[in-house]
């Protein structure tokens, strides 16, 4: 090996394997001659032929040493780029008989997985970048196609999944996701089965009624039952006649998370807004204007400005400010700290609600009633539901940064890998990196 190949093994870095000969192409795959005296164009892809260094060994157990079985022709992986350049690796493979395990597959290929167009560590470097950054970026980046991205994008991501023990699920959380307007797909919902205690998605399947939820229950053991402690959902009362379908689930305890509850209220009060404002001509129309987010928005949480305004309003109506008074107390409800407490703030909301002639609080008063067990269950147990609304707001995010995704699939695994966010520290992040590289043969004989 001459000097010049030893450095580009070096640099190429795949264990067992060198660089025998480069070459400079076009994008569209022509061999391209640099001109003397120039410089290569940015863009023109360094093509890495590769060969064996070492006997091939076997993909399946790592033996070393397989007898040839059939010589195949060259393929080609994308790499990580060099400066301005792609880069390509180019080898042909061979088909080993392995004098251990006894299988005719193609050889152990230190830098990428069976059946992938790109290597392992620029799958990675393209899941990181995709986390972060718009599809039509990474693409760009790396000079490839959308769906290419895409595809390496999700093999990083199962490789990831790969090294993760399956959680003991002991709290659960239910909750349903619209998919979007932009879709051909039948079901216009799915619905989300999530680890409360990690908040990281474990499940999902369409629809959102009895039979989906069975659908998951079908595909856990007795014995995962029995270590499930409580469930949470939204107000959806078909997920709570499935769990309490299962006669092994049926005795947990069921709360209803505080987020779904208070989503409830906000619907009556927004309601109520536009019926106060909005069908009341055109003076108090141009009051009411711009307010909804205000009125849906918590005290404590509205700036001085807002709170201003918020007053102004309530001086023009004392309904509004009578149920945004109640919405609040059921705020305070929710955060009850034991079971007297919450039944106590709860029989107060019901009262202030129970007048038929305000239909949107009416409402809001019987949702609350029907539901009365589940909501108080929750100043008993006090699950970690926050992890709900978080799952929310990333499933919001995501389906919004990709307007029409129609692969759902790759929807829900992103979904779970930004929910458990293995890359928020700089060692997760190296961690996360270092999955592409080719590890150790220890276990090679
Ligand atoms: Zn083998």
């Not at 000969?21 to 863009?43: H, I, K, L, M, N």
């Not at 690796?89 to 290929?109: D, F, M, S, W």
Request: aromatic share 8%; glycine share 6%.
């Amino acid at each position: 090996m001459g000097q010049r190949e030893k450095s580009l093994t070096q640099i190429a870095g795949v264990r067992g394997f060198k660089v025998i000969a480069t070459r400079w192409e076009s994008a569209e795959g022509t061999v391209y001659v640099p001109v003397a005296g120039f410089d290569v164009p940015p863009g023109k892809h360094f093509v890495l032929q590769l060969g064996r260094r070492w006997s091939a060994r076997c993909a399946k157990c790592l033996a070393i040493g397989g007898k040839l079985h059939e010589q195949l022709g060259l393929r080609r992986w994308r790499d990580l780029p060099w400066s301005t350049h792609p880069v390509t690796i180019e080898y042909a493979p061979q088909r080993v008989k392995c004098h251990r395990c006894g299988t005719n597959g193609v050889e152990l290929l230190a830098w990428a997985d069976a059946y992938q167009r790109q290597t392992r560590r620029l799958q990675q470097h393209v899941a990181l970048d995709a986390f972060s950054m718009p599809l039509l970026h990474v693409a760009t980046k790396y000079a490839l196609e959308w769906h290419t991205v895409r595809r390496a994008e999700l093999a990083a991501i199962e490789r990831w999944e790969g090294t993760r023990a399956k959680p003991t699920l002991t709290q659960i959380g239910i909750d349903e996701k619209w998919l979007g307007r932009r879709h051909k797909n039948e079901h216009k919902f799915v619905t989300i089965v999530s680890d409360l205690v990690t908040g990281e998605p474990v499940w999902w399947g369409y629809g959102r009624d009895e039979a989906t939820v069975a659908k998951w229950l079908a595909t856990i053991t007795d014995d995962e039952k029995a270590q499930i402690k409580l469930c949470a959902s939204d107000m959806h009362r078909p997920f709570h006649n499935a769990i309490r379908a299962d006669t092994k689930l049926a005795h947990i305890p069921y709360v209803h998370d505080p987020f779904h509850v208070i989503k409830r209220a906000g619907e009556a009060l927004s309601e109520l807004r536009r019926s106060i404002f909005f069908r009341a001509g055109e003076e108090m129309r141009a009051l009411g204007r711009g307010t909804r987010w205000l009125v849906l928005r918590a005290w404590e949480n509205s700036s001085v400005d807002q709170q201003a305004k918020l007053r102004e309003l309530f001086a023009l109506n004392g309904k509004l400010a009578r149920a945004y008074q109640v919405v609040e107390e059921l705020r305070m409800a929710l955060r009850a700290p034991d079971r007297a407490s919450i039944v106590a703030a709860l029989n107060h909301v019901l009262f202030r609600t129970e007048k038929r002639a305000n239909v949107p609080m009416r409402k809001l008063h019987d949702s609350i009633r029907s539901h009365f067990e589940e909501i108080v269950a929750l100043g008993e147990h006090r699950p970690p539901t926050g992890r709900i609304e978080a799952l929310n707001n990333s499933w919001e995010s995501l389906v919004r940064r990709a307007r029409g995704y129609r692969d759902h699939e790759y929807l829900f695994r992103k979904l779970r890998f930004i929910t458990a966010n293995p890359v928020r520290t700089e060692d997760g992040t190296r961690r996360f990196l270092a999955l592409g590289v080719p590890p150790p043969y220890a276990l090679a004989s």
